[in-house]
């Protein structure tokens, strides 16, 4: 593949994009004082899971917390299955996400003495699956999926459930933990968070959030994760991070995840409990979920042909996923996929800023792996899987049925090697990654670090691409900020400045698009996307529909190579809207796509020789989403 294109475009491109050095991570060495704004982005994965989790280490994942810092760092580390494991390029910082509910309990199952379980049938059962050692069987691998079976339909057996025994086996895990992430934590080199993953699933319906603190180890207390197990609702959750800012002085915030398996949940226009929502409601949840996790391996939750059948690139991710909920306890109609795609909760924000003068679902976007493996990659070419028994020594793992949703038709090769989250924040320290994610200056990749700015305001002018990011925080806001009508239905069309710089080891750029949502004055939400800045636009033309010529495919599927000169290292464009009507709600992200490359299992067919399925998607442009900036017309 062509990865040496354009190994200077950073330098070349420093006014435009901010960055230093897209070769490396941009931060060894990082002072620690903040600058007068973002001039960096910093990488990073929100939603990691090692041994602690439940599910993890049932699937097989013997790699602790330290393990997962260390390959997050950059250090080479052995993985479960035996192979050596070392990332291109460090991450700047990690969330480790372990699931709250019943965390540590399959470990500790599995390490119970086998007399101790004689009087629980399914416990006792589960340790000697845990325990088989027979790697055919894949016993442990059975007793984990039928675990999570049980508790999205809540018929765990009450030894796994008891608060007193949960308390005290997280209690110790949690501190010890607590311990592993204050040592690996250095500002201005590496950031270390502490968080978990609150994991309700009312009859398989995957209504997940991450919860990341803000705060060092020392400074939470005698805080412990919130499970989710009694106490499913999501305004439990937010109670509780009430509860913990009131008591600590510290901060939180929550990151849904994959709304693409909900069932139409995640973003549904009711509470949990199915009563109508209301301003307390739209008002907490505005202040507690200010970014979403879009793009994971578990799916792509952007957009669906479905609610979007004009945009030619809004399946990606979809295979399979679309199905049926998480754990393919029932289909998935498309009728509901309104409450699952993020496009779609954009536009219901849109209807319930009209409705409360707040807006729920005012979301930022980042990507973050949900690696099970404690190994925190999102590379086609280095993707140890969704759990440890689909690492790339397993050489069926592409056509192996999934644990999740198996009997409805989901196969290895449905999991995708994504995503990462990018934050703009003035310095590699928790103060200000998380301070950047409460103001959504952040952005979603499915793996490649490009590097992405967007600006939006009533003032730029074409000239002002020259000086990008300088321009864009004088006159304007980044992704994230919003722009409101202050001359009562009078104000000009707003313009944005855009920039992508290629990740210099991966692929060229194909194009920007910029997706528009927005409120009639009947109520009723639309949507409709711009290409603005596409490659080689001497020889690739926009028809009438305002659709640009596909980007070149020169993918060599025999050796997993291909040609970046069909694509351009940068693109950076100035941006009006042509069809803007000052007196409607409105909101803008840009959407960058690579040209055409391979996927994972490409990748695993080569090494190992073997032949892929006819149905396998092969190749596949990876892409960016920024966070939205939105327009709100003057009150």
Known sequence: MQRNLMAFAC?????????????????????????????????????????????????GNRLNSEAALRFARGEEVVATKGAKAKLARPLDFLVIADHAGAMGATKEIADTPRAELLGDELRLKWHDMFNDEDPGSNAGL?????????????????????????????TGLWAKHGQIVEQYNEPGKFTAFMGFEFTPGPGGDNLHRVVMFRDAPAEMGDTLPFSAFGRRDPEMLWAYMDAYEQKTGGKVLAIPHNSNISDGRMFAMNKFDGSPLDETYVKTRAMREPIVEVTQIKGDSE????????????????????????????????????????????????ELTVKFGTNPFQLGMIGSTDSHTSLATADEDNFFGKHSGLEFNNAKRASTVSLLGG???????????????????????????????????????????????FFGGFDFAEGDTGDLVKT???????????????NGGETKAPSFLVSALMDPDNASLDR?????????????????VYNVSWSNAETRTMDSDGKVTPASNNVDLTNGTWDNSSGEPELTTWWQDPDFDAAQNAFYYARVLEIPTPTWPVYDALIH???????????????????????????
């Not at 002072?31 to 049932?58: C, I, K, M, R």
């Not at 991710?317 to 699952?340: F, V």
């Not at 032949?611 to 442009?621: A, G």
């Open 609 to 635: 020789n073997i032949e892929l399925p006819d149905d396998v998607i092969m190749i596949q442009q990876e892409r960016a989403y920024s966070s939205p900036i939105w327009y709100r017309p003057k009150a």
């Open 472 to 486: 864009g925080y004088a006159k304007g806001v980044p992704m994230g900020g919003e722009l409101v009508d202050k």
């Open 512 to 528: 920007i698009q910029i997706i528009k949502g927005w409120i009639d004055t009947k109520g009723e939400t639309h949507e409709k």
């Open 303 to 350: 957009a669906h042909p479905f609610l979007s059948p004009n945009d030619e690139f809004a399946s990606f991710g979809n295979t399979g996923w679309d199905r049926c909920n998480l754990i393919c306890a029932k289909d998935t109609p498309p009728e509901t996929y309104g409450g699952s795609y993020i496009r779609e909760a954009l536009k219901r924000g849109l």
């Open 142 to 170: 059975r007793a984990t999926a039928e675990i999570i079976d049980r508790a999205g339909k809540g018929t765990l057996p009450d030894g796994l459930l008891d608060p007193e025994t949960s308390k005290r086996r997280t």
């Open 11 to 59: 330098t070349m491109a420093l006014a435009v994009t901010g960055c230093s050095d897209a070769k490396s991570s941009g931060t060894v060495g990082e002072n620690v004082s903040d600058s007068e704004y973002p001039t960096q982005v910093f990488w990073g994965d929100t939603h990691l899971h090692t041994d602690n989790s439940g599910d993890a280490f049932g699937f």
């Open 407 to 453: 009997r409805k038709g989901r196969i290895g090769w449905h999991y995708l090697s994504s995503g990462y989250a990018a934050v703009w924040a003035t310095s590699n320290t928790r103060e200000a990654i998380f301070d950047a994610m409460m103001r959504r200056e952040v952005y979603a990749t499915t793996g490649p670090r490009m590097q992405l700015r």
